[in-house]
Every structure is written in C-alpha cells, then in structure tokens.
C-alpha cells in the first residue's frame, strides 16, 4: 500500500474531499496545504519558511497530502509512493469554487488555516479559469516522468467508481 500520497488538481476540483476520503480509507494523517501555507488574513509565508515547511511535512513516514502549490510539487512528488490528479472541467472547478465563495462566505474551511475566512477574489477566480492552459500542461508533464503509482480522474463518475473500487492502484502502489 501507499504511504505517502498526494491528491492535486485545480481549485474546485475535490482535492480536499478526496484526500479526506482517501486518509480515512487507509487510516492515515492528512494534510491539508492550504491550512498549512496560509497565515490569518490570507498572509502568505516567506520562500523560506515555506521550503522548510515542506521539507518538514514530506518528511513523515506516512500522508495523504492535498494542494498544488507548483513551487514545491516536483520536490513532493520526489518522496510520493502514488499521486491522484483531479483532471475535472474548468466549468466545473469555476462552479464549485463560486458555489464554496457564496455558501461559505465569512467562515473559515477546516481544510485552511484558521483566520482565512471564504471570500471572493476575482484573482483565485481568474486562476481557476485559467488553470487548464496555464497549470495543467506543467502537472501532466510531471506525471508523465513520474515512475510510481499515478492515477488520472477525469470526471465525477470516473472519482466514484475509483472510490467503489477501493481506491486502486494506489493500494497496490
């Protein structure tokens, strides 16, 4: 089975809800980046503290670990037994990721840091649309070097089937 797993994709995508599912399967610690990267007021780190904070976290035995975060994805993907990447439709991030802004607005997600309250942010929204011709060819080459155990969803059903089917091929890792 796979110790170490990341769960990566655009905003909206699911990465939290899947990692969640995907820790609570196999019994093992989640991770959350967001509640690990953002500070109250949505402050972010310095490089430094950020590095070291990676460097820390991918050092434990075991994880599931959600988020991009691109400057750091190719040193966690070097210690990953497996990644999932959610490959979902921009529409359909955009959708969520609106739906999350309007129903949570004011209260903080338990998958960030605490003092970083739902808001809309026209940049986040910007990015998500832009995710798919921007981040997305730089996560596919990556896993197309990636030597280990990787999986594509490219859809709701193809996440439920995988869920169905016991989570495969990453307990097979």
Same mark, same amino acid.
């Given at each position: 089975m796979a110790?170490?797993?990341?769960?990566?994709?655009?905003?909206?995508?699911?990465?939290?809800?899947?990692? %969640?599912?995907?820790?609570?399967?196999?019994?093992?610690p989640l991770i959350h980046l967001d509640r690990?990267?953002?500070r109250p007021g949505w402050t972010a780190p310095s490089e430094a503290e950020w590095f070291d904070e990676i460097e820390r976290l991918i050092a434990e035995p075991e994880w599931v670990m959600d988020g991009n975060f691109s400057s750091?994805?190719?040193r966690r993907?070097?210690?990953?037994?497996?990644?999932?990447?959610?490959?979902?439709?921009?529409?359909?991030?955009?959708?969520?990721?609106?739906?999350?802004?309007?129903?949570?607005?004011?209260?903080?997600?338990?998958?960030?840091?605490?003092?970083?309250?739902e808001r809309f942010d026209w940049a986040f929204l910007k990015w998500v649309w832009n995710y798919p011709t921007r981040s997305r060819p730089k996560t596919l080459d990556?896993?197309?070097?990636?030597?280990?155990?990787?999986?594509?969803?490219?859809?709701?059903?193809?996440? %439920?089937?995988?869920?169905?089917?016991?989570?495969p091929p990453v307990a097979a890792g």
């Open positions: 110790r170490r797993i990341l769960v990566i994709g655009c905003s909206g995508a699911g990465k939290s809800t899947l990692a %969640r599912a995907i820790a609570d399967h196999y019994r093992l690990c990267y953002w750091t994805m190719r993907a070097e210690v990953a037994d497996a990644i999932v990447f959610l490959d979902l439709p921009r529409r359909l991030c955009l959708l969520r990721v609106l739906r999350r802004a309007v129903l949570g607005y004011g209260r903080t997600r338990d998958d960030v840091a605490p003092g970083c309250p990556l896993l197309e070097t990636y030597p280990k155990s990787k999986i594509i969803l490219r859809s709701k059903g193809e996440i %439920r089937r995988w869920i169905a089917a016991g989570f």
